[in-house]
């Protein structure tokens, strides 16, 4: 959850070259035991690989939520990072599309630039009316009250040892 600690980012600048090397392609499965497709992991790198620079996020439209602020929430006494949401106005739509996140998850870095983790698929509750939660190849969005939507992280370019579509990432960390 976005609202659990808010930490202070100040600049914006570029992330990482493409490196999959530290991606989530073997293991797929969340705490749940939910599981995505390979297929549908690389649908989203490949989608998704041109925002690795965060630059060019901010050039297709994408923006940072909270001035690109970092999250974080306390599981167990640890400190486990969400990172920065860059969000897609237009992806706003009440539709999950597996090509179109509604955000970016950014690690922010000590030099200010962003290393792409991940991304989020969201629907604001007053835009799904079905009784059942909205989901992404069969995993149910979760209910998060405080934000007023359902919502999914899915971590393609972050190795998530909680599972790929855990809330949070103990890989990631908030400068």
């Known amino acids: 959850m976005r609202t659990t600690l808010l930490l202070a980012l100040t600049s914006l600048t570029t992330a990482c070259a493409l490196d999959t090397s530290s991606t989530q392609s073997e293991v797929n499965v ?25 630059e060019n996020a901010i050039a297709d439209g994408w923006i940072p939520y909270a001035d690109g602020e970092c999250f974080a929430e306390e599981e167990d006494g640890e400190l486990h990072a969400v990172g920065a949401f860059f969000d897609y106005p237009d992806a706003i739509d009440g539709v999950i599309d597996p090509l179109q996140p509604e955000s970016l998850l950014y690690e922010p870095q000590a030099d200010g630039s962003f290393e792409l983790t991940g991304v989020e698929y969201w629907v604001p509750f007053d835009l799904w009316t079905d009784a059942n939660p909205p989901t992404l190849e069969g995993v149910p969005l979760n209910y998060e009250e405080d934000m007023g939507m359902w919502g999914l992280h899915v971590w393609v370019w972050r190795e998530n040892p909680e599972g790929i579509t855990a809330e949070s990432n103990p890989n990631v960390h908030c400068p």
Do not use: C, F, P
């Not at 969340?30 to 965060?54: G, W």
């Open 30 to 54: 969340n705490t749940k035991n939910e599981v995505l497709s390979k297929e549908l992991i690389k649908s989203i790198q490949k989608r998704t690989q041109d925002y690795r620079k965060a």
